[in-house]
């Protein structure tokens, strides 16, 4: 079983090594990741991209007296097992964990399939809907079972098949 | 049943929507919604059922936004932009027949007043995925609420972020001093939406999601500036725009 790796290698400068008195903060930035498409994911570009509009809006004429070269991000790939390296216990374990559902229903691509099919309980705002709208959710519980097997050819056909419903 | 008389009044919808820090959704900067926005959605949920309960009107919020068919706009009132008083402010109006631009924003939640705009500037296609995703479950937790499953504090319970995801981008952001800090972590948190655009635009990527709240590392964390951090990454003093 091949793990799936994500490159991350920005080429920002480290030139200024010590800090005098360092404040550091972190986001963190989720990843829900289509292993089907690659497994290995370079995202050098994006994120070189993202430092240079940081430091260039930084350094423009505007902010220019502001900017210091010892102010600087540093952007690491984390894996989940390796999150206690970087954070504390109790930044880590803070509220319940999630109970995963339906993958299906939270990724960007079937987000147009799941809003047509949420459109028929979304115009008339009565009362009868959310007998509808407990089954549409129950059907889509029941639907992403088979698509966890599914082969990656019959993904994109899920996905489509929804579009011309309407007309049956 | 016996949850469902807790909530008083419209106010406390709004109020009782305020947790919503501990799911992650609530940041303007970071393309989520600020608060203008969700006291708009609270608004639009009330004049469409004036009479519920608000126990009522919390599962109708849920209901209305979790099958809203964006990008349709949610608006409280018909627009007057006859305002020849201040007829500069008339270019703002939010109006995607006569603004190009008006036609991408993705989630419009137009404000009620002159010059009526879009609250929901910021917000890019993952940042709906996430906060649709949200809407969806406090349907499903409001359905479980109402058929007696399900206490209503679990409605308000802070959800892990952590346990979402088996992927993170950490960014850190590091200065000397706080005051540097201040200036430069908030530029930096203004652009990270740009990155999460940039990065949904990536076929590989089905969700990303930033977590607004900001954290401080654990001291052991090697911070990248020691010459470990130089082997990984090569250092390109001057030549960063010719990449």
């Given at each position: 079983m091949s793990m799936l790796s994500i490159v991350v290698h920005c080429q920002i400068t480290p030139n200024k090594c010590d800090l005098r008195n360092p404040v550091y903060t972190l986001w963190f930035i989720g990843l829900d990741v289509n292993k089907q498409m690659s497994r290995n994911i370079d995202l050098t570009q994006e994120l070189q991209q993202f430092n240079d509009t940081v430091v260039n809006t930084a350094s423009s004429a505007v902010n220019k007296s502001s900017y210091k070269s010892t102010m600087f991000i540093r952007p690491s790939y984390v894996r989940h097992k390796d999150l206690g390296a970087w954070l504390s216990k109790e930044d880590l374990n803070r509220g319940r964990s999630y109970k995963e559902k339906t993958k299906q229903d939270r990724s960007l691509n079937t987000s147009t399939a799941s809003s047509t099919n949420g459109s028929?309980?979304?115009?008339d705002g009565g009362v009868g809907k959310e007998s509808s709208n407990t089954s549409q959710l129950e059907q889509a519980i029941i639907a992403t079972e088979p698509s966890v097997v599914a082969p990656v050819s019959e993904l994109p056909v899920s996905g489509t098949s929804t579009i011309p419903s309407p007309l049956h | 049943m016996s949850d469902l008389g807790l909530l008083k009044s419209p106010c406390h919808i709004y109020k009782s929507l305020h947790p919503t820090p501990d799911h992650g959704i609530y940041s303007n900067v970071?393309?989520?919604?600020?608060?203008?926005?969700?006291?708009?959605?609270?608004?639009?949920?009330?004049?469409?059922?004036?009479?519920a309960a608000p126990a009522?009107?919390?599962?109708?919020?849920?209901?209305?936004?979790?099958?809203?068919e964006w990008p349709h706009p949610v608006f409280l009132k018909d627009s007057d932009s006859q305002r020849a008083d201040i007829p500069f402010l008339l270019d703002l109006v939010w109006d995607p027949r006569n603004r190009m631009s008006d036609r991408y924003h993705l989630m419009?939640?137009?404000?009620?007043?002159?010059?009526?705009?879009?609250?929901?500037?910021?917000?890019?296609?993952?940042?709906?995925?996430?906060?649709?995703?949200?809407?969806?479950?406090?349907?499903?937790?409001?359905?479980?609420v109402r058929n007696g499953q399900a206490p209503f504090s679990q409605l308000f319970e802070e959800i892990n972020f952590f346990s979402r995801y088996k992927h993170f981008l950490a960014l850190l952001c590091a200065t000397e001093g706080v005051e540097d800090h201040l200036v430069f972590a908030s530029l930096v948190e203004s652009k990270i939406r740009h990155l999460i655009s940039s990065l949904?635009?990536?076929?590989?990527?089905?969700?990303?999601?930033?977590?607004?709240?900001q954290y401080k590392p654990l001291p052991s964390v090697n911070i990248g500036t020691s010459h470990e951090y130089a082997e990984h990454c090569c250092p390109l003093p001057n030549n960063s725009q010719q990449m």
């Open positions: 028929s309980g979304g115009k | 970071l393309g989520f919604l600020g608060g203008v926005s969700w006291a708009i959605l609270v608004a639009r949920t009330c004049q469409l059922y004036p009479n009522t009107l919390l599962e109708k919020f849920f209901l209305v936004f979790a099958t809203w419009p939640i137009i404000t009620p007043a002159f010059p009526e705009q879009n609250s929901t500037f910021n917000v890019t296609k993952s940042t709906r995925q996430v906060i649709t995703n949200e809407f969806r479950e406090g349907l499903d937790t409001m359905i479980r949904e635009r990536n076929s590989c990527m089905n969700l990303v999601h930033v977590n607004p709240r």
